[in-house]
């Protein structure tokens, strides 16, 4: 194992989880837990974009890709904390709940998929 390489997916990591946690403390969550949500789609859009544009032919070194892919968005998006605000959303408003999972399901699907697209287009 390098410990170069661990040391930026480190780094990254916790520039993510800064992220994510200011995302968390700037949005509201009265009735969503936007923070999370608004986290998981802007990450999966970026992480689309970038794994994409790498897809398409640019050339970025491993470095790159762990810094910026594994590390900054592997942490600013989180399962953990939607798993948990799902199950919180539902004992308080359980109609809720259905509207944040699937718009964080297939909302982040489909904007990986467009940042996906949207990168392949330019570079190719």
Known sequence: MDLRLVA??????AIGAVARYALQQWLPSDSLP???MTANLVGSLLLGILLGAVAAGLTVGDEVILLFGTGVLG????MSAFAVDSIRLAETNP??????????ILGSIT???LGWRFSTSIIA
């Open 8 to 13: 930026l997916v480190a780094a990254g990591g």
């Open 34 to 36: 936007w923070g999370t």
């Open 75 to 78: 942490a600013f998006t989180t």
């Open 95 to 104: 109609s809720s709940t259905l509207i944040m999972i699937s718009t964080t």
């Open 111 to 113: 904007l990986a998929w």
